[in-house]
Each structure stands twice: as structure tokens, then as C-alpha cells.
């Protein structure tokens, strides 16, 4: 029985989902930020994990943002999701813990790999240049859940979930991923007439899950799941950028002829499909219609930005 379930990175996007949901779950939840225990720290994290004794750890803390933040720190994106990882897993280790559901990303998966892309393609090529250092440190997961099964009998799991978006994401500018980002632009620029600018011409594509879908697909593995098999769990729904973009003008009542692509930016890879039909086969998960999710987004930042600023994530903070 998992009577605890700790769950780090709870200040993030996935974070405060599982918060928002875990009403509807038996456990006891104990919810860490980055204030309550640098992950990084290998003995700060034995000693926190220690103090709150948890049967679960839900691992969602990461280094995260987008392409240009990526880019810039591919060393410290590295090091520091390398680092927590293994905090985790060492902790959970050493203190007997029941339980650990680790985090992955679809940016790890090499864009050459086949479409959509399965769980047995993560190792089949390169990570793309543009993410390579968070893209290699979430890559690791996968041997680490398998050598710390087998070695040391560790019940960890793994989940790949794909682009993540909903209230209480990242809206900083600096470091925010697309998704988040453009929401803050399109606000912040409805009552000009400047032009809202967007990196690449629109054309990557990709799948983004709601927040609570992506909250309880961790807690679906955190109580039902134990195969050393990663799963990629993210919806399959796919939009392009352009369109993604011309939602979000159409629910911030902007005209879409204000859009301005700028193609002398960097775009990133065209596409990551992802193959989720193992995740559901086993879970049953419904997801969140996109247009729904993102609409529900939007009404969260716009009364948010407007009533409740303090609550905003609209300043650089890269570690949940």
C-alpha cells in the first residue's frame, strides 16, 4: 500500500497538477520545491528524502526550457538533471523507499528515429543539437531504471511524456518552452498593433498533453505500473506551431494577420510523434482535447496575469 507519495518538481507546470488532482487519490501527499531541498545535492536529498519517509517519489523536479535556454546551458542542463536523477535514486536506495516513477521527455528521442517514435528507439541515434544536454540526461533514465532494478531491486519506473502545458507553467520569457511563452506574447501585445513574433516559420509540429492528464498518468504508474519498459504516456494529438498560434490569437480576440513568423530564427525538429498505444493499452487514459486544454490555459493566465500576478511564473526560475 503507498500510504506517502512524495513529489518533487511540485512547484512546476506537472507539479502543481498532481497537487490539483491528488484529491482523488487514497495517499498522503508531501509536495517539494526547489526551496525545500536542492535535488543536485546527493546528501541534502538523502536527508530530505529520510525526514519525510515516503512509500512513492514521484520525480518531476528537471532543469527545463526552451530552445533558446537549451541551447546556451546544454553543460548545466546536463549536470544538474544527471545529478538529480541519481540524488533520487540513491536516496530512495539507501532508505528503502517502495516506489520511484521517474521522468523522461520525447526531446530525448533522436530525430532520425522512425515516426511515430516507439520506446525502442530512444538509444537508435543522436540527440538533436539544438537540446542535446537535456536531451542526453533525461536519455539516461532509461538504463539507470533498468541497472537499478537489477542490481539493487528498486522498484522504479519511467514515464516519456511529451510537451507538457497548462496553468502554473512557465511564462518567463528567458527560459519559458514555446507553449507558455507565445500565451504571455499574445496577452501582453492583444491591445497593440505591433506584430507578435514567432520564432521558425510554423511548421514544426508537435503533441502537447494537459497537465492533469500528464498528473494522472504518474500517479497511474505510481500505483499500477512495474516493468522496467518505459512508456511513453503523452496524448497523440498533434498541432503545428501556426496552428497552435492562431488558437491562441482566437481566444485572446487578436487578428491573426498580426503574426509574424520570423524565419531567420531557429526552428527545432519538425516533428515527435510518439507511440502511446502501450501506455494505453495498459492505463485506459482518455486525454484532454488540445483546443480544450489550451483554452483552459489561457483563462488561468489571462485571470491570473490580470488578478493574481504574484501567482505567475514570469520570471527566470529554471528548477521546480
Not at 230 to 258: H, K, Q, W, Y
Amino acid at each position: 500500500m503507498i500510504r506517502k507519495i512524495l513529489v518533487t518538481g511540485s512547484s512546476a507546470v506537472a507539479g502543481t497538477a498532481v497537487r490539483a488532482v491528488s484529491g482523488e487519490y487514497p495517499s498522503e501527499f508531501v509536495f517539494a520545491t526547489s526551496k525545500d531541498c536542492d535535488l543536485t545535492d546527493a546528501k541534502a536529498a538523502q536527508d530530505y528524502v529520510a525526514a519525510v519517509a515516503p512509500d512513492a517519489i514521484i520525480h518531476l523536479a528537471a532543469v527545463s526550457g526552451g530552445i533558446g535556454l537549451s541551447a546556451a546551458h546544454h553543460a548545466s542542463m546536463l549536470r544538474d538533471n544527471t545529478l538529480m536523477t541519481f540524488s533520487v535514486l540513491e536516496a530512495a536506495r539507501k532508505l528503502g523507499v517502495g516506489k520511484v516513477v521517474m521522468a523522461l521527455t520525447a526531446g530525448a528521442y533522436p530525430p532520425d528515429a522512425p515516426l511515430p517514435y516507439r520506446e525502442e528507439y530512444l538509444h537508435a541515434g543522436p540527440s538533436h543539437g539544438s537540446n542535446y544536454g537535456s536531451s542526453y540526461a533525461k536519455r539516461l533514465i532509461e538504463p539507470a531504471i533498468r541497472a537499478y532494478r537489477s542490481e539493487y531491486g528498486l522498484k522504479v519506473v519511467g514515464l516519456v511524456p511529451n510537451g507538457i502545458f497548462g496553468p502554473n507553467d512557465n511564462f518567463n520569457y528567458q527560459d519559458a518552452p514555446m507553449l507558455p511563452a507565445l500565451i504571455r506574447r499574445f496577452h501582453e501585445g492583444r491591445d497593440s498593433a505591433d506584430p507578435i513574433e514567432i520564432w521558425g516559420d510554423g511548421s514544426p509540429v508537435r503533441e502537447y498533453t494537459f497537465s492533469e492528464d500528464v498528473a494522472r498518468a504518474f500517479l497511474w504508474a505510481a500505483y499500477h505500473y512495474d516493468d522496467d519498459q518505459v512508456l511513453n504516456s503523452g496524448t497523440t494529438e498533434a498541432s503545428s506551431i501556426r496552428d497552435i498560434a492562431l488558437m491562441i490569437a482566437e481566444f485572446m480576440g487578436v487578428d491573426p494577420a498580426r503574426i509574424f513568423f520570423n524565419t531567420d530564427k531557429p526552428s527545432s525538429v519538425a516533428r515527435r510523434d510518439t507511440d502511446n498505444s502501450r501506455f494505453v493499452a495498459l492505463s485506459g487514459m482518455a486525454y484532454t482535447p488540445f483546443r480544450e486544454g489550451l483554452r483552459r490555459t489561457v483563462e488561468w493566465f489571462v485571470d491570473a496575469y490580470e488578478n493574481r500576478r504574484d501567482h505567475v511564473r514570469l520570471y527566470s526560475k529554471t528548477k521546480g
